[in-house]
């Protein structure tokens, strides 16, 4: 074993409580952070599940031709705000109504094509530009009604319902990085507590160190790995524990959410997901290990 | 390098002060690569004084320092440790690392010098039987006698090669038979060429081994 490694291993050994201390802040705060992670990843997927599915319905008079048809769809598709432009013809009306009346087959069999309209579906780019397009197409002489699809708490206007969204992810987004943030900043105090107090306990092999040649690098070597044991075990245990809990949680959570995938639907993709995660979590971790541990040294090293 | 004409160890007119304290006033003196040398004097004379200066603890207000070569006085904070893994020392104090097997305290100074960790065992096996520790290589400092921690600091000191051995009242508190031991090893050890600056209040000693002492009395040099 490395003669550094085994320093640190040993500090940790003779306190133990010092250890599991810092060990748990840490395993928490990348506990919640793994957590607060995938909150901010579900919530940018259900804003941009809303926003790419086919929001804006335009409905078609009965008498309106082909040609007719062909050329505002044409005209949409000029639009760069628009995308995914759909025509779906009176038949293919019916047939989503039958699928989405299929528990009772009589309500299907009570109606025929003709009383559905064919329309145009579509998407825009950015909610923002919704209600204007809507007012354009409206304006159009074989469109007879416009509807939109993402109707959330009652909004009455596309924009509310963008504004809604937005709002509940912002501040879900700020909540859980300013909770993080707090988590960080306590992590680094403790981490800082604790090397502190191992540079102060080493106070006389440092002296002997000095004395018999060692550099500053060998000196302070067992106290970085040291700060870095605390910081790694924290992660991996954090991330491992919502990994689990998340694993646990996903089929209930995808169920509940249907079709909008605020998880991903696949093992690949899961594992995708947390290993972005656990790398960041990894960075964040030496990055506090550094900091803590070469803060605790130079502040030490000026209180004497 | 002209070491050998100036001597391994060269101080020139060193003045070292302790606020209004003089500990060292002029002193000169030069010691011969290979030499063994006592300096003797009371306590409080500047015997340790000028083993701190060769090692780099203690910068002289006026005068020269030279080691092997190097001006300790115009050593950066880089090249100071570079520079003390060439020199064993021997504190009266012991100075071992409490948490550590003998055997561990005497790879950390390899560790320090930065040799490979395969060539550990040999070496501290070599100087724990020259040291004749060989049965206390697992035993922790707290299991040791003082004349065992003596020699487990300059087996530590040994095991790095160094040109230059330092020893600071290395048998201050050991008694007669210790000592003698402890200065027999010391003696072997010259005879294998090391420079050895030995600093000591211990007369039967001086009387004794019968080499070139460097007198210091109030920080002056009285005999050399």
Do not use: C
């Not at chain 1, 082909?66 to 009306?93: G, M, N």
């Amino acid at each position: 074993m490395n003669i550094h490694f085994k320093t640190a291993w040993d500090y940790i050994r003779r306190s133990p409580f010092q250890a599991l201390a810092v060990s748990f802040v840490l395993t928490l705060t990348f506990f919640v952070t793994t957590l607060v992670s995938v909150l901010v990843y579900s919530s940018s997927k259900l804003i941009t599940y809303f926003e790419t599915r086919p929001q804006v319905i335009a409905f078609l008079k009965s008498d309106a031709k082909d040609t007719e048809i062909s050329d505002l769809q044409h005209k949409l598709a000029l639009d760069t705000h628009i995308k995914d432009i759909k025509y779906v013809s009176k038949e293919e009306a019916l047939a989503i109504y039958k699928k989405a009346t299929s528990d009772n087959p009589l309500l299907g069999q009570l109606v025929s094509p003709s009383i559905f309209p064919a329309s145009l579906e579509f998407s825009v780019t950015d909610l923002s530009f919704a209600q204007s397009i809507i007012d354009k197409v409206k304006g159009e002489s074989i469109v007879d009604s416009v509807g939109f699809t993402a109707a959330l708490g009652g909004e009455t206007s596309l924009n509310d319902v963008v504004g809604r969204l937005k709002t509940i992810t912002t501040y879900v987004r700020i909540g859980g990085i300013v909770f993080v943030g707090l988590l960080a900043v306590t992590s680094l105090i403790v981490l800082l507590v604790i090397t502190s107090m191992r540079v102060v306990g080493r106070r006389e092999e440092v002296e002997i160190l000095n004395l018999i040649g060692a550099t500053k690098g060998f000196i302070r070597s067992p106290i970085v790995i040291e700060a870095f044991i605390y910081t790694l075990f924290g992660v991996v245990l954090g991330w491992a524990i919502s990994f689990i809990a998340i694993l646990y949680l996903a089929p209930t959570v995808v169920t509940y959410f249907g079709e909008i995938p605020i998880l991903p639907r696949d093992a690949l993709g899961i594992f995708e997901l947390f290993g972005i995660i656990f790398v960041i979590e990894i960075f964040v971790g030496v990055v506090l290990a550094l900091s803590g541990s070469l803060l605790a040294i130079s502040r030490v090293k000026k209180v004497r | 390098m002209a070491t050998d004409e100036i001597g391994i160890i060269h101080f020139k007119n060193v003045i070292k002060k302790f606020g209004s304290l003089v500990a060292l006033d002029s002193v000169s003196f030069d010691v011969k690569k290979g030499e063994f040398v006592f300096i003797t004097g009371p306590s409080g004379a500047g015997k340790t004084t000028i083993l701190k200066l060769i090692l780099g603890e203690l910068t002289a207000d006026n005068g020269e320092v030279s080691i092997d070569g190097f001006k300790v006085a115009t050593l950066g904070e880089k090249d100071l440790p570079k520079y003390r893994q060439k020199i064993g020392t021997v504190f009266q104090d012991f100075k071992v690392l409490p948490e550590r097997t003998v055997a561990e305290n005497v790879a950390v100074a390899l560790a320090v010098i930065g040799l490979p960790e395969t060539e550990w065992s040999f070496r501290v096996e070599h100087v724990l039987k020259l040291a004749g520790l060989t049965r206390a290589t697992n035993l922790f400092p707290s299991q040791l006698s003082g004349g065992e921690l003596q020699r487990v600091s300059l087996a530590r000191a040994l095991a790095v090669n160094p040109k230059i051995l330092l020893a600071d009242e290395p048998t201050g508190n050991l008694d007669w038979d210790t000592s003698d031991k402890l200065m027999d090893l010391f003696e072997k050890i010259n005879k294998e060429g090391k420079t050895i600056v030995m600093a000591t209040h211990n007369l039967e000693i001086v009387k004794k081994y019968k080499k070139r002492i460097i007198n210091i009395v109030g920080g002056t040099i009285e005999k050399s």
